[in-house]
């Protein structure tokens, strides 16, 4: 394939984009060579600017569960449009949205949209800080909580000890503030709650980590985070911006039955236009103001367009009894297919998958952690990621970054992947 239009296109933006790009991870610097630009997208595919069709399991990070251009959340957004595009002032679909929204996942009775997942995990733990009069948060390492300073807190020397920045322009003020433990091991949480007794606000967590690739939590982990929880005062925040409404209606909290105090979403609640939202029961959202002294606010927040969108992807969701089934099928025939190539072809790979989320990392090991997944062989993972976009098959390009299928692929597109990753593993 050819791709002499999207690099004079990066090169055009380099100019006047930090990197070329709004976003780090599009730049290719995991793997090297240069982005693809995209011209547009329908269902399973994307169409480059050169005249390429990838198929796509990275659907915009994850929001287009339901593929690209999905006709329900295309045509409520025209019509939306139609009518203004924003006012400052509340919109009846805003209560639409977050009715069905409430209906859907446990354990929440208020909801509060935001425009990313980065506002609503750095809103929540806002939230969770005020509720309780404590200062301390309790983060995984290799879980990403978006970009807000609190969460780019690296390990140091020991998880009980303070964190420290792993990006300039976040002080060490913050960092002291963000404790370290490691995914998937009740005994270091527990270790770090011992240490900071009554001062920590909350524990946030990917109840399902997708972002060390994917990483289901062992079994009993939350259930034991939860005890660690109600036993210390510590509120649970769920980080689900990746997994809610992806894994099932009531993502994390219904699949593990678990429940959490705090509930962030990003991704597929937008339906592809900049959405985030967090909940919970009317105890804590009472907090936040107006009715409550925590404050957060946003003037482009529950804007009507991204409702409409939001509103017509979480609708189709919720009609559609199979959805979730559908999209696991679809998942482990992937799985299966890629694990025999991979075997015949005597490439040592662990695959991780949980639902629609998939990811192989290039190891032997178990992957259960941040330490686990490092362990992947980069090498081997660019050369299968080259391999796989010159064969038409768009996957994240990062080795640390999740696959998310899309409900438009077909069997066939299914089959065609598999082939290429055969043919790709003969050359690794
Ligand atoms: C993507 C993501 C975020 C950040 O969301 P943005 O919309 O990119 O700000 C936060 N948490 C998790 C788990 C994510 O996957």
Same mark, same amino acid.
């Given at each position: 394939?050819?791709?002499?239009?999207?690099?004079?296109?990066?090169?055009?933006?380099?100019?006047?984009?930090?990197?070329?790009?709004?976003?780090?991870?599009?730049?290719?610097?995991?793997?090297?060579?240069?982005?693809?630009?995209?011209?547009?997208?329908?269902?399973?595919?994307?169409?480059?600017?050169? &005249?390429?069709?990838?198929?796509?399991?990275?659907?915009?990070?994850?929001?287009?569960?339901?593929?690209?251009?999905?006709?329900?959340?295309?045509?409520?957004?025209?019509?939306?449009?139609?009518?203004?595009?924003?006012?400052?002032?509340?919109?009846?679909?805003?209560?639409?949205?977050?009715?069905?929204?409430?209906?859907?996942?446990?354990?929440?009775?208020?909801?509060?949209?935001?425009?990313?997942?980065?506002?609503?995990?750095?809103?929540?733990?806002?939230?969770?800080?005020?509720?309780?009069?404590?200062?301390?948060?309790?983060?995984?390492?290799?879980?990403?909580? &978006?970009?807000?300073?609190?969460?780019?807190?690296?390990?140091?020397?020991?998880?009980?000890?303070?964190?420290?920045?792993?990006?300039?322009?976040?002080?060490?003020?913050?960092?002291?503030?963000?404790?370290?433990?490691?995914?998937?091991?009740?005994?270091?949480?527990?270790?770090?709650?011992?240490?900071?007794?009554?001062?920590?606000?909350?524990?946030?967590?990917?109840?399902?980590?997708?972002?060390?690739?994917?990483?289901? %939590?062992?079994?009993?982990?939350?259930?034991?985070?939860?005890?660690?929880?109600?036993?210390?005062?510590?509120?649970?925040?769920?980080?689900?911006?990746?997994?809610?409404?992806?894994?099932?209606?009531?993502?994390?909290?219904?699949?593990?039955?678990?429940?959490?105090?705090?509930?962030?979403?990003?991704?597929?609640?937008?339906?592809?236009?900049?959405?985030?939202?967090?909940?919970?029961?009317?105890?804590?959202?009472?907090?936040?103001?107006?009715?409550?002294?925590?404050?957060?606010?946003?003037?482009?927040?529950?804007? %009507?367009?991204?409702?409409?969108?939001?509103?017509?992807?979480?609708?189709?969701?919720?009609?559609?009894?199979?959805?979730?089934?559908?999209?696991?099928?679809?998942?482990?025939?992937?799985?299966?297919?890629?694990?025999?190539?991979?075997?015949?072809?005597?490439?040592?790979?662990?695959?991780?998958?949980?639902?629609?989320?998939?990811?192989?990392?290039?190891?032997?090991?178990?992957?259960?952690?941040?330490?686990?997944?490092?362990?992947?062989?980069?090498?081997?993972?660019?050369?299968?990621?080259?391999?796989?976009?010159?064969?038409?098959?768009?996957?994240?390009?990062?080795?640390?970054?999740?696959?998310?299928?899309?409900?438009?692929?077909?069997?066939?597109?299914?089959?065609?992947?598999?082939?290429?990753?055969?043919?790709?593993?003969?050359?690794?």
């Amino acid at each position: 394939m050819i791709y002499k239009r999207s690099s004079a296109l990066f090169a055009q933006a380099e100019k006047v984009i930090p990197g070329g790009v709004n976003s780090p991870v599009r730049a290719f610097k995991g793997v090297g060579g240069t982005p693809i630009f995209v011209k547009e997208a329908k269902g399973a595919y994307l169409y480059d600017e050169d &005249g390429n069709r990838l198929i796509d399991y990275i659907n915009s990070w994850g929001p287009m569960i339901l593929g690209h251009a999905y006709k329900p959340v295309v045509n409520a957004v025209i019509e939306k449009a139609k009518k203004g595009t924003s006012f400052g002032m509340p919109t009846e679909i805003e209560t639409e949205i977050a009715e069905l929204a409430v209906s859907m996942v446990p354990n929440i009775d208020k909801i509060r949209f935001v425009n990313s997942g980065t506002e609503a995990c750095m809103s929540a733990i806002r939230l969770a800080r005020g509720f309780s009069g404590k200062d301390k948060i309790i983060k995984f390492a290799g879980c990403y909580h &978006g970009h807000s300073d609190s969460f780019l807190i690296e390990a140091g020397s020991g998880a009980s000890t303070f964190g420290t920045p792993n990006s300039p322009g976040v002080t060490k003020g913050t960092a002291k503030d963000t404790l370290l433990a490691r995914y998937n091991d009740i005994e270091n949480v527990t270790q770090v709650i011992e240490a900071n007794k009554n001062e920590i606000a909350c524990i946030i967590i990917e109840p399902v980590a997708g972002n060390m690739g994917c990483i289901p %939590p062992k079994k009993g982990f939350l259930q034991a985070l939860r005890a660690l929880c109600d036993a210390n005062q510590i509120l649970l925040v769920f980080d689900e911006v990746m997994t809610g409404f992806r894994l099932a209606k009531g993502a994390c909290q219904e699949l593990f039955g678990v429940h959490a105090d705090i509930v962030c979403f990003g991704k597929v609640i937008g339906g592809g236009l900049p959405v985030g939202a967090f909940a919970a029961r009317s105890e804590i959202m009472n907090y936040l103001a107006p009715q409550g002294p925590v404050y957060q606010a946003g003037t482009l927040s529950g804007n %009507p367009l991204a409702m409409a969108a939001g509103l017509a992807m979480l609708t189709a969701l919720d009609n559609d009894a199979d959805v979730f089934k559908r999209l696991e099928d679809k998942t482990a025939y992937l799985h299966k297919g890629m694990a025999k190539a991979l075997n015949e072809n005597n490439i040592e790979h662990t695959i991780n998958r949980i639902g629609s989320m998939i990811s192989v990392h290039f190891s032997k090991d178990e992957v259960v952690d941040f330490e686990t997944a490092a362990k992947g062989n980069n090498e081997i993972f660019k050369k299968f990621f080259h391999g796989m976009l010159k064969a038409g098959v768009y996957i994240a390009p990062s080795a640390f970054e999740t696959w998310f299928l899309t409900d438009a692929l077909s069997y066939q597109d299914l089959d065609f992947t598999i082939a290429a990753i055969a043919d790709v593993a003969k050359t690794l």
